[in-house]
């Protein structure tokens, strides 16, 4: 779980070793390798079923890594325990394909925490699927990524929502772009269901994109070197 694979280069290297394949081969090869999910919990009182179940769906398809501010085991409100893997710092947006933002009231500790504002608007910068359930979307609009967003949280925290340039809709769960919010654990559910099936989406198309790039890089080289083999004749 604690690894988070290099995309990049795993699909270098894999273009690099099979020769040309039928479009089948081609997409077998890029469903293998899993998307990347990094699941931000607070150092205590995350809410059990906004973290459960969500890290169920995600693992059934994903390579699913917990952080938060320290490592090791993590109480939930309701008695669940998780196991953080790495710290808030630690997190790198080039390596996972989502970040989600556990809430409970625990997750008051980042509303203000200028470490993870940086790094939720990195996630926003680099087009990556950015997702926070209950009260955790107020540290979204600490962060200023949902100014002008459409956005939902739980209902004792809209003031800070729209205060924050948010177009609070109210809604159990809400889609702006890549960004999704939802109102609370009863939602937990559909929640975890809307961004796996967000973030399996972009991490394909990141893979067909890089897969294009590749093929097309591979045939400029043997158009130049058949090229180079034709002059010296």
Known sequence: MR??????????GLCS??????????EATIVQVPPQIVML???????????ELPYKIFASHATVTVASTRLGPIDGMMGLKANAEIFVKDIDVDKLDGLVLVGGVGARQYWRDPAVHRLVREVVAKEKVL???CIAPVTLAYSGVLKGK???VFVSERGRLIQEGARYTGKDLT????????SGPKFAQVFGERVLRMVL???????EAAL?????????????EQNTTEEVE
């Open 150 to 152: 459409n956005a939902t």
């Open 17 to 26: 070793l099979i020769p040309a394949t039928s479009h089948a081969e081609t």
């Open 41 to 51: 919990i607070p150092a205590n009182a995350f809410r059990d079923e906004e973290f």
């Open 201 to 207: 989406a972009e991490h394909r198309k990141r893979y």
């Open 131 to 133: 997702a926070a359930i």
């Open 212 to 224: 294009k790039a590749a093929k097309e890089a591979a045939e400029r080289a043997a158009a130049s």
């Open 3 to 12: 690894r988070i694979l290099a995309l990049g280069f795993i699909l270098i």
């Open 175 to 182: 889609v702006d772009g890549l960004i999704i919010t939802a």
